[in-house]
């Protein structure tokens, strides 16, 4: 491999490392703030549309249809194509200062295209609680709403643990995507010390900061997984 | 006696499939009647229309001279009224015994948590569950679920309780532990209607047996009038068959 030396030289000089290794870090917070005002935002509503899509009332029927455009609309166009149309877009209409910022406007971007994904995994668990569960709690009298919350909703939460953290991570890593439209976080620091040094080691920094997140995300999600297992036992073939 | 549950010409189909044709009967209050017939004949449906988890087609259905299946009617005050118990349990899971005993108390009847949980533990304790009580379902066997089933439905103190196939799920050496509830029920006030294959059980325990066949009622009367004289060559057929397969003693 002769050209090996050249690309561990470009790829993996330590001194580059250690020397973009504060900024990425301190860059890297505006990351971790883009996902936390985001997540919670994303998973609530999320949990309102995949109820909405869930609703059997025929009167409900418009808000289905509305929460079927909404999540087809989202899921259909790339995310990246998103966060420049609400990014540019929303703040072009003449927002005042905050408002106008492609910060705000690009984290609302992701999460409504997060939203509409998460809402899916929601539903998918919603409709893998058995018939029979919904059945059982109208039969003591329970609205159709208080089967939802106190029955039908903790159980499906419980099952879409580990595809919802899949979002999540995935999540954690198309923050970077909002650098796009303006914003410094990690990757667009990455970006501009490569452009200083005339070496690729930052971008390498940015991913092993990634990967200290996203490795220990997904651990903590097995060993919730494994916890409810024990609790309740479930030796059942299900 | 004064009738407590009342069905009027029931009809219900599921697509092309009439399960229930034409169904009439009276059900006193305190009455145990036991409901038995082919897979298929529209036992569990009956139940279930009864408790209003189906809607019925055509006909109507009283309970103490109230109409149930009137459109429009808000069905959970009258669920709260008829409990049910079905084959496959359909515990919470993610609810401890006690819980799955105390929801419809706390959140159906508005009861205090304490209150509650005092009520779950007499019941449970009643049928021989308190080591149970802070157990999940899943590490119960399906006797104890069963029970614990039981329980959550008459925590709600219904004036009838229906009983569809409950031990047909249950391994045989722990169908007796259930069958014991339901002898203890009898004679409770509450009005009970099974649905079941145990025939034994069912010619034991019910005050008139009624026997289903292509959606009306082929037979209905004392148990020893439809077990040992069936009238209907339809249910001597059907005792036939089960005698045959040596779930009733000729």
């Not at chain 1, 890297?28 to 309102?48: E, G, R, S």
């Not at chain 1, 569960?133 to 419980?158: C, D, E, K, N, Y």
């Not at chain 2, 006797?143 to 229906?162: C, S, W």
Request: proline share 5%; glycine share 6%; net charge neutral.
């Amino acid at each position: 491999m002769p050209r090996w030396d050249r690309v561990k030289k470009s790829f993996f000089d330590w001194e580059r490392l250690t020397d973009s290794f504060p900024h990425l870090l301190h860059a890297f917070v505006l990351d971790i703030k883009i996902f936390a005002w985001t997540t919670p935002c994303i998973l609530i509503v999320a949990v309102l549309i995949a109820i909405a899509r869930s609703t059997r009332a025929p009167a409900l029927f418009p808000v289905r249809i509305f929460v079927i455009a909404y999540t087809d609309i989202m899921r259909g166009v790339p995310v990246i194509l998103w966060i420049y149309l609400v990014g540019f877009g929303v703040p072009g209409i003449g927002l005042e200062r905050p408002w106008n910022s492609p910060l705000i406007w690009g984290s609302v971007a992701l999460g409504m295209t997060y939203s509409a994904y998460v809402a899916e995994v929601f539903r998918a668990g919603i409709e893998s609680v058995h018939e029979s569960q919904r059945a059982a709690a109208r039969s003591l009298g329970l609205s159709s709403s208080q089967t939802m919350r106190h029955v039908i909703l903790p159980q499906a939460i419980r099952r879409v643990v580990p595809p919802l953290m899949n979002d999540m991570v995935s999540l954690q890593k198309d923050v970077a995507l909002v650098s796009l439209i303006g914003p410094i976080e990690i990757l667009r620091q990455a970006g501009i010390d490569k452009a200083k040094f005339a070496n690729f080691t930052p971008f390498v920094g940015a991913a092993l900061i990634f990967l200290a997140i996203t490795i220990p995300l997904t651990r903590f999600t097995d060993w919730l997984l494994t916890r409810e297992r024990d609790r309740t036992g479930a030796s059942k073939v299900r | 006696m004064n009738a407590k549950l009342t069905l009027n010409s029931i009809a219900k189909s599921f697509g092309d499939n009439q399960v229930l044709r034409d169904i009439s009967l009276t059900i006193e209050t305190g009455e145990v009647v036991s409901f038995i017939g082919a897979s298929g004949s529209g036992k569990t449906t009956l139940l279930r229309c009864i408790n209003l988890l189906e809607t019925v087609d055509n006909g109507s259905i009283l309970l103490d001279n109230t109409e149930i299946t009137a459109v429009g009617l808000d069905p959970n005050p009258i669920r709260r009224r008829i409990g049910i118990v079905f084959q496959s349990f359909n515990l919470f899971p993610h609810m401890s015994i006690r819980r799955n005993v105390t929801l419809a108390l706390t959140e159906v009847l508005g009861m205090s948590v304490d209150a509650a949980n005092e009520t779950a533990s007499s019941l449970l304790a009643r049928f021989g569950l308190s080591e149970k009580i802070d157990s999940y379902p899943d590490r119960l066997s399906g006797g104890q679920q069963q029970r614990v089933a039981i329980a959550r439905a008459l925590a709600l103190n219904p004036e009838v309780l229906l009983l569809d196939e409950i031990t047909s799920a249950l391994d045989p050496e722990l169908v007796g532990e259930v069958l014991d509830v339901v002898r203890e029920l009898k004679g409770s006030g509450i009005t009970l209607l099974l649905a079941t294959h145990e025939m034994g059980f069912a010619r034991e325990i019910s005050d008139r047996v009624c026997f289903l066949a292509e959606g009306v009622v082929a037979e209905m009367g004392q148990p020893e009038q439809i077990f040992s004289h069936p009238s209907d060559p339809r249910t001597q057929q059907f005792l036939q068959r089960v005698i045959a397969a040596g779930r009733l003693r000729g």
